[in-house]
């Protein structure tokens, strides 16, 4: 008797199993005839899986291509995506940021990578979407990072602190008269910038200024991946997490020296809504450290393109500095002939310089904006089912040549001249910042200092490569929290002092920012 009832209960509880998984595999895998269409893969549940792994960022721009879906599913492993192609739906997406949300991802993005203990992630997760108002962590934190990079007196702050460390990189970068020095662009831009960066951002007693914690952070970012996705991160991510931990050790003891008292306010507001819900320093420590991907991430590698385009493109470098030399100030201190870059003065007054930077951000960026859909929804006449995830990646935009015409593979810095605006889309669809109530905060500080290391850099050094050739390198390893493409290999270059300009003393100032660079929709007043 008892083996029959045994056998009966195994029975059931196998049927139960099996009808479980059955119908978790049929949410996960099946298709409703209202959603989106399915893009073709070429082996069932894994192929776009392996699309992305030989692909990368690129695979959704072939998928877009091959279909030509304005919107479609992707089904993946434990997950469905779906993909946003066209920029009039990706307005609408915006517009439903409570039902296509990016904080409940946000959360869960920090809390993993950041290592966050239970209690802070709960902290964070109260109202982690703002359904019911602005309050909580999430909300505020949001809101002090825009108030702290906001156009005005304490951007500007934050800005000439930056400048004048770039001006110090750089004269110890240029080599005397008559000599030449040979460096890594890529790794001298990226010590710079990190430099720059975090000094202004940090204040005086800035954590990156020991050079073992950048390194850190630096190993830290490089293994994200593997930490996020990979199985059994404290075996297989060991290395990035040891460097991750490193770096929260120092920003802790940062935190308890007081070192924010001095920092800009973007740094001061955003830890004082951790402070005012009571987050565990140790986590206010550790979030910092994510936190950094965003300050820091993508501002070398857009520096690197600017200038590696800058010196490729035929007869380029030429007009840029014909039009940099043009707002450069020349006057005599004992003796000495002193050039002053005003970087107000470059972005009124060199629109090619500008057009080339934002044409350097729509060729090399592949940053992919994510939503998670909240609750069954439509967009347009697609049904989008709740838990599935809503992906819009900027490159599938920037590749369009049904948008930026036949050209739209080659680099062409005058796209963005204000006399070629009937040639090309509106600028909702120039999507390197994002977009709607995840517009990147820090676009105009990241401007400001890829303006002024590029503008500098030229106006003030002769460069050849040491290969002989400008080669853009491939970007393959990029990774997952970058916006910006990065090269997978440096480039060594040979500096010299500029012909013509070898006994000049340099300076770089900054008026006050009245007039906003409008690069995207939001920045021009344009209505969505």
């Known amino acids: 008797m008892s083996s029959k009832v045994s056998n009966s209960t195994l029975i059931f509880i196998l049927a139960g199993v099996v009808t479980t998984a059955y119908f978790a595999a049929r949410k996960m895998f099946g298709h409703d005839p209202r959603e989106p269409p399915l893009a073709p893969q070429s082996i069932p549940i894994i192929g776009h899986m392996l699309g992305l792994s030989r692909s990368k960022f690129n695979y959704y721009t072939e998928i877009s291509q091959q279909t030509g879906f304005p919107l479609f599913?992707?089904?993946?492993?434990?997950?469905?995506?779906?993909?946003?192609?066209r920029p009039e739906l990706i307005q609408t997406v915006q517009k439903q940021h409570q039902i296509l949300a990016f904080p409940p991802i946000g959360a869960k993005f920090a809390s993993t990578a950041c290592g966050a203990s239970p209690e802070a992630q709960a902290i964070l997760n109260q109202n982690v979407n703002g359904d019911e108002g602005g309050f909580g962590l999430s909300m505020e934190s949001y809101a002090a990072m825009r108030a702290g990079l906001k156009p005005g007196s304490e951007l500007d702050g934050m800005n000439r602190v930056m400048i004048q460390e770039i001006a110090k990189s750089l004269d110890q970068l240029q080599p005397a008269k008559g000599e030449s020095r040979t460096v890594g662009m890529y790794t001298w831009l990226r010590d710079a910038i990190t430099t720059a960066t975090t000094r202004s951002v940090y204040g005086p007693m800035n954590p990156y200024d020991d050079k073992a914690?950048?390194?850190?952070?630096?190993?830290?970012?490089?293994?994200?991946?593997s930490i996020l996705v990979g199985f059994l991160p404290s075996i297989t991510a060991r290395k990035p997490i040891a460097a991750r931990i490193k770096v929260a050790e120092a920003f802790e003891k940062y935190y308890r020296a007081g070192g924010v008292e001095k920092a800009s306010a973007f740094a001061r507001y955003r830890y004082q809504s951790e402070i005012n819900h009571d987050v565990p320093?140790?986590?206010?420590?550790?979030y910092e450290v994510g936190g950094s991907i965003a300050v820091l991430v993508n501002t070398a590698p857009a520096a690197f393109w600017s200038l590696l385009l800058l010196h490729s493109h035929p007869g380029l470098l030429e007009d840029i500095r014909k039009e940099i030399d043009a707002c450069t100030k020349t006057t005599t201190e004992n003796g000495s002939t002193v050039k002053t870059l005003n970087i107000t003065t470059l972005k009124e007054n060199c629109p090619l310089l500008l057009s080339s930077y934002q044409e350097v951000l729509r060729y090399r960026s592949m940053g992919t904006f994510i939503r998670e859909v909240m609750e069954d929804t439509y967009l347009d006449q697609w049904l989008l089912k709740k838990g599935a995830m809503l992906q819009m990646p900027s490159r599938i935009i920037h590749q369009d040549a049904g948008l930026w015409g036949s050209n739209v593979d080659d680099f062409n810095p005058r796209r963005f001249l204000p006399e070629e605006k009937h040639n090309r889309p509106r600028d909702v669809c120039f999507r390197a910042f994002g977009g709607g109530k995840t517009l990147c905060p820090g676009r105009h500080f990241a401007t400001n200092?890829?303006?002024?290391?590029?503008?500098?850099?030229?106006a003030r050094l002769d460069t050849t490569p040491v290969g002989g050739q400008w080669k853009l390198p491939t970007t393959a390893n990029t990774n997952v929290a970058a916006v910006v493409m990065e090269p997978d290999d440096d480039i060594e270059v040979e500096i010299k002092p500029r012909q013509g300009f070898e006994d000049v003393k340099w300076a770089i100032n900054l008026n006050k920012s009245e007039k906003i660079f409008a690069m995207v929709t939001e920045d021009s007043g344009e209505m969505e």
Do not use: C, H, N
């Open 449 to 458: 200092e890829i303006l002024a290391v590029v503008a500098v850099f030229v």
């Open 213 to 225: 914690v950048a390194d850190a952070f630096w190993e830290f970012e490089s293994g994200i991946m």
């Open 281 to 286: 320093l140790e986590d206010i420590a550790r």
């Open 73 to 85: 599913t992707m089904p993946l492993p434990g997950q469905k995506m779906y993909v946003v192609t």
